[in-house]
């Protein structure tokens, strides 16, 4: 995205709600590329339908040979291709999510087995398991994720702003 000026920079945003209507209430996800074009964050906000059990995932398919360098908090992650190196950060509302490592293959429990690449040898996943299990279900959650240039990151703003608040 860019703006009149063909300067970089932009937020987009898509509600998800029609694709999950059976378990929420609505489901937002947002985009933002910085003014420098060296930092996009994804923001996923969701509101549960009712009180209940949930098992998500979210999911960042790489190269198998992408260097992946998890911090000892799961919090942030560092990627590594080809000599070029990318920090990801994790912010929620749930402090108890983190980074995980997965092989490229079909989720535990799920059917949606077309979302996967082909050749999913060539792949591993970065990972976020979003699951209540049987502690105190919430009405919902917010999870904001941050990719940017690891040779020129600053310390990641940690604050969650709402996706109706956002401004370049």
Known sequence: MVDKGQKPGGIGVLDLTPAYRDFCNSMTRAFKLDKSGEKVTIQDEVRFRRRAFYDSWWLATLYKDTQLEI????????????????????????????????PCSPLPNSEAILAAPKNWENYKRLAVHLINGNRVSRDGYTLKIIFENADKASPSDENIIPIKDWKL
Not at 91 to 99: E, G, H, V
């Open 71 to 102: 911090s000892s908090d799961g919090r942030n992650a560092l990627l590594i291709r080809n000599g070029k190196k990318m920090k990801v950060s994790l912010f929620s509302d749930m402090k108890d999510l983190k980074f995980i490592e997965l």
